[in-house]
C-alpha cells in the first residue's frame, strides 16, 4: 500500500518546464513608456488627420491604414509579447490584421468611397 501512494505522489508532481524564450532580450519599463508615447503620438496623428481629411485627399485612407498597421504591430509584439510566443499565434494576429483590412476596404468600395 506505501508503495501505492508514493508512485501516487510522484505522478503528480510538478517539473518545471525549461524556458523557451531566455535567450530573447526582453525590454525594461522605460523602454515601454517609451513605445507606449509613441503610440500616443500615432493615435493623435490619426485624429489631426481624420480633421484635415479634406486636405489630404487620396492619401487619407493608405494613411490611416499605415498608421492602423503599426499601432497594431507595436501592441501585439510588444505589449503582449508575441515575439515571444509560438509562431501560430503569431500568425493569427497577422491573419485578423488582414482580415480586419480586408473588411474595412470591402466596405467603403460599398459605399463608393474610391471613386472619383
Avoid: C
Wanted: aromatic share 16%; glycine share 6%.
Amino acid at each position: 500500500m506505501s508503495s501505492e501512494i508514493e508512485t501516487d505522489q510522484t505522478a503528480h508532481q510538478v517539473h518545471p518546464r525549461p524556458s523557451t524564450h531566455d535567450d530573447k532580450e526582453h525590454w525594461t519599463e522605460i523602454q515601454y513608456v517609451k513605445l507606449a508615447f509613441g503610440l500616443a503620438v500615432v493615435t493623435a496623428l490619426e485624429v489631426w488627420l481624420s480633421y484635415i481629411q479634406e486636405d489630404v485627399g487620396a492619401l487619407f485612407l493608405p494613411l490611416m491604414l499605415t498608421m492602423m498597421a503599426v499601432k497594431f504591430f507595436a501592441v501585439v509584439l510588444f505589449f503582449m509579447h508575441l515575439k515571444f510566443d509560438n509562431r501560430l499565434f503569431g500568425l493569427l494576429f497577422y491573419m485578423g490584421l488582414g482580415l480586419a483590412i480586408g473588411v474595412y476596404v470591402v466596405t467603403l468600395m460599398t459605399f463608393h468611397f474610391f471613386s472619383p
